[in-house]
């Protein structure tokens, strides 16, 4: 119930881009000499980074080098679902067998990164390479550095396609890249993270030219990232899924992804709920647990004797959790359709248990109002037997 579905991303691209000199040099040395056991996981490779690195500039420039440097594009296996596996289950397979397609090096870049106090987001997205739009869809990552955003293909810097084969070769090219540059050849599926004041609609990049009609004028995206980020994960997936109707769906990638997205708020709201209803059963569990009790103490004849009072919260205690989560259980929403049965049936026991509290109540509110003799009279038409549960 609580795995949220991903799109399968995967790449497959011949590159043309020309390389760029290289300016970290040293960082990369520092890289490569990074000891085997300190590659294993995300943690040790940011450690490593940490301690031989202090700016912002020279970290992020140590995760891309070691990330695309270090991992294979796994041709044969580039077709291979991937929405079956945890963001963790994917960069620990990628560590160990030093392979992976795009979400790969995305997640894995994306990590290390983010451990290194780097904000970064996974992007995912579309390609065009020499003027064709690619059938596949890729994933690449947004960084903010120095406080700036800027863009990170480790795929597409790790080397090429020929053919069957992958060719490991580094390209700076997909290293730092400015928004206004990375998008003639990458497009988000949610134009938010294009990182532009005045971002390009699906069939302007199709095209490869601004139309005068813009999809939105003098964008703010720094501040719609800010809002994003404080959003809950349902509203994020639904705010997503808006953004990507604006600007048009011309594609099968596109619409794949609108519906991953609102698939995902469906399911992120159904956990919700489903969490919520986990706490009404927990509720109800104790609130019957303290009417049990009490049914125990009213068969005693109310001894031990205590104050009137206690025996009144006695009672009232667990009416009031039952009758919470009455309202409670109204207000839960969608909990999906495997959960209907339950859900129908939990409804039927907290009437029935509220109905019997009730009673209770009354038999206490009257006891209370009667003399030391009267209270031991009514014992004697009141005999109680069985407890409630679930």
Not at 25 to 51: F, G, R, W
Not at 63 to 70: D, H, I, L, Q, V
Not at 176 to 196: E, N, T, V
Not at 252 to 264: F, P
């Given at each position: 119930?609580?795995?949220?579905?991903?799109?399968?991303?995967?790449?497959?691209?011949?590159?043309?881009?020309?390389?760029?000199?290289?300016?970290?040099?040293?960082?990369?040395?520092?890289?490569?000499?990074?000891?085997?056991?300190?590659?294993?996981?995300?943690?040790?490779?940011?450690?490593?980074?940490?301690?031989?690195?202090?700016?912002?500039?020279?970290?992020?420039?140590?995760?891309?080098?070691?990330?695309?440097?270090?991992?294979?594009?796994?041709?044969?296996?580039?077709?291979?679902?991937?929405?079956?596996?945890?963001?963790?289950?994917?960069?620990?397979?990628?560590?160990?067998?030093?392979?992976?397609?795009?979400?790969?090096?995305?997640?894995?870049?994306?990590?290390?990164?983010?451990?290194?106090?780097?904000?970064?987001?996974?992007?995912?997205?579309?390609?065009?390479?020499?003027?064709?739009v690619a059938l596949i869809s890729h994933a690449w990552c947004g960084s903010k550095v120095d406080g700036k955003w800027f863009l990170f293909d480790p795929t597409w810097a790790s080397g090429y396609v020929n053919g069957e084969k992958f060719v490991k070769k580094f390209n700076n090219s997909y290293y730092k890249g400015a928004p206004s540059k990375m998008i003639q050849s990458h497009m988000p599926f949610d134009y938010m993270w294009q990182f532009l004041s005045n971002p390009y609609t699906n069939s302007e990049f199709y095209e490869g030219k601004l139309s005068e009609e813009r999809l939105i004028s003098?964008?703010?995206?720094?501040?719609?990232?800010?809002?994003?980020?404080?959003?809950?994960?349902?509203?994020?997936?639904?705010?997503?899924?808006?953004?990507?109707?604006?600007?048009?769906?011309?594609?099968?990638?596109?619409?794949?992804?609108?519906?991953?997205?609102?698939?995902?708020?469906?399911?992120?709201?159904?956990?919700?709920?489903?969490?919520?209803?986990?706490?009404?059963?927990?509720?109800?569990?104790?609130?019957?647990?303290?009417?049990?009790?009490?049914?125990?103490?009213?068969?005693?004849?109310?001894?031990?004797?205590?104050?009137?009072?206690?025996?009144?919260?006695?009672?009232?205690?667990?009416?009031?959790?039952?009758?919470?989560?009455?309202?409670?259980?109204?207000?839960?929403?969608?909990?999906?359709?495997?959960?209907?049965?339950?859900?129908?049936?939990?409804?039927?026991?907290?009437?029935?248990?509220?109905?019997?509290?009730?009673?209770?109540?009354?038999?206490?509110?009257?006891?209370?109002?009667?003399?030391?003799?009267?209270?031991?009279?009514?014992?004697?038409?009141?005999?109680?037997?069985?407890?409630?549960?679930?």
């Amino acid at each position: 119930m609580k795995s949220i579905l991903q799109i399968v991303i995967v790449f497959f691209v011949q590159f043309s881009m020309a390389q760029i000199p290289n300016e970290f040099s040293a960082v990369d040395a520092k890289m490569a000499q990074i000891p085997t056991d300190k590659t294993n996981s995300t943690s040790d490779i940011s450690d490593y980074i940490n301690a031989n690195f202090t700016s912002e500039s020279d970290k992020i420039r140590a995760a891309f080098f070691w990330t695309a440097s270090n991992i294979s594009y796994d041709v044969v296996n580039m077709n291979e679902p991937n929405f079956i596996y945890s963001p963790q289950e994917k960069i620990a397979n990628a560590l160990k067998n030093r392979k992976g397609v795009c979400i790969h090096y995305a997640e894995v870049f994306n990590e290390i990164a983010n451990k290194l106090g780097i904000k970064t987001y996974i992007i995912g997205g579309y390609t065009k390479q020499n003027g064709k739009v690619a059938l596949i869809s890729h994933a690449w990552c947004g960084s903010k550095v120095d406080g700036k955003w800027f863009l990170f293909d480790p795929t597409w810097a790790s080397g090429y396609v020929n053919g069957e084969k992958f060719v490991k070769k580094f390209n700076n090219s997909y290293y730092k890249g400015a928004p206004s540059k990375m998008i003639q050849s990458h497009m988000p599926f949610d134009y938010m993270w294009q990182f532009l004041s005045n971002p390009y609609t699906n069939s302007e990049f199709y095209e490869g030219k601004l139309s005068e009609e813009r999809l939105i004028s003098n964008y703010d995206f720094a501040t719609e990232i800010a809002k994003y980020e404080k959003l809950p994960e349902d509203e994020k997936a639904f705010d997503t899924a808006q953004r990507i109707e604006k600007n048009k769906v011309i594609n099968e990638l596109i619409a794949g992804y609108l519906a991953n997205k609102k698939q995902e708020f469906t399911i992120v709201r159904q956990n919700k709920s489903v969490d919520k209803l986990n706490q009404i059963v927990a509720d109800f569990n104790q609130a019957v647990a303290d009417l049990n009790n009490f049914i125990y103490y009213r068969n005693n004849k109310f001894k031990p004797k205590l104050p009137d009072e206690e025996i009144k919260l006695m009672i009232e205690n667990p009416l009031n959790k039952l009758k919470q989560c009455q309202n409670d259980i109204y207000k839960i929403g969608s909990v999906g359709k495997e959960n209907l049965a339950s859900i129908s049936g939990l409804k039927k026991s907290i009437i029935e248990t509220v109905k019997q509290a009730e009673e209770h109540n009354a038999f206490v509110k009257e006891y209370l109002t009667k003399s030391e003799s009267q209270r031991k009279s009514m014992f004697k038409k009141s005999v109680l037997t069985g407890k409630f549960g679930r």
